[in-house]
């Protein structure tokens, strides 16, 4: 099943985020896999995705439902930071994704901390951040869960009631190449405010779509 054009990578309008593009049709997880890469020295901006997983991660140990119609990717980045700096990048992926949400028709997509991002309060994306380090970040995965064209009832029926899908919310198939183009695009633009300094510009972001404090 191949959502992506072959020449997706070429026509991707960045510099850092998706460059290399590592694709796959199914994995047991993304995380997993840019873990070896990042061990292996994959350098800052690398994707690894997949069209479904087989062992998908979400937070503390818990599985991540990943059948085909979602977005299952990782990326791997690089920053100079502090380890107890590293929420912010959680806040960086997080707008991002609520950001595109809304570019798609979504009026109000909520950010609820540290890594979910619902609309009407079901669940459409999570963020999986682990970071490896001392004192200083070497490098960080950021695993990405979104579900794009997924049907309700592809989810096991514990999960039908608390989770949807851009599809399911707007109504008509989403296109994955214009999307992942567009969320990789705005990870770079984000992810470059905190390499310019610009950490209060993306918290103010990260502010306005927050579930705390509304």
């Known amino acids: 099943m191949n959502l992506l054009s072959e020449n997706f990578e070429d026509t991707l309008r960045t510099k850092i985020i998706g460059h290399p593009l590592h694709i796959s049709p199914q994995l047991n997880s993304t995380q997993t896999t840019a873990k070896i890469l990042a061990?292996?020295?994959?350098?800052?901006?690398?994707?690894?995705?997949?069209?479904?997983?087989?062992?998908?991660?979400?937070?503390?140990?818990?599985?991540?439902?990943?059948?085909?119609?979602?977005?299952?990717?990782?990326?791997?980045?690089?920053?100079?930071l502090k380890l107890e700096q590293s929420n912010i990048i959680n806040a960086i992926f997080t707008t991002s994704c609520a950001e595109v949400l809304r570019s798609f028709s979504i009026s109000k997509p909520m950010i609820k901390w540290p890594n979910d991002v619902l609309i009407n309060g079901k669940k459409i994306c999570g963020i999986l951040t682990q970071t490896k380090g001392g004192n200083k970040i070497e490098y960080v995965l950021v695993g990405i869960g979104i579900n794009l064209n997924t049907e309700i009832g592809d989810f096991p029926a514990e999960l039908k009631n608390k989770v949807t899908s851009l599809r399911h919310e707007t109504g008509k198939k989403i296109k994955c190449d214009e999307f992942l183009a567009t969320l990789l695009e705005k990870i770079e633009e984000n992810y470059l405010m905190l390499k310019n300094d610009k950490t209060k510009t993306i918290q103010a972001k990260w502010g306005s779509f927050s579930l705390i404090g509304t």
């Open 39 to 80: 061990e292996k020295g994959a350098k800052e901006g690398a994707v690894v995705l997949a069209y479904c997983q087989k062992k998908g991660m979400g937070r503390n140990g818990k599985k991540w439902h990943s059948p085909e119609g979602g977005i299952w990717l990782t990326v791997i980045l690089r920053p100079s």
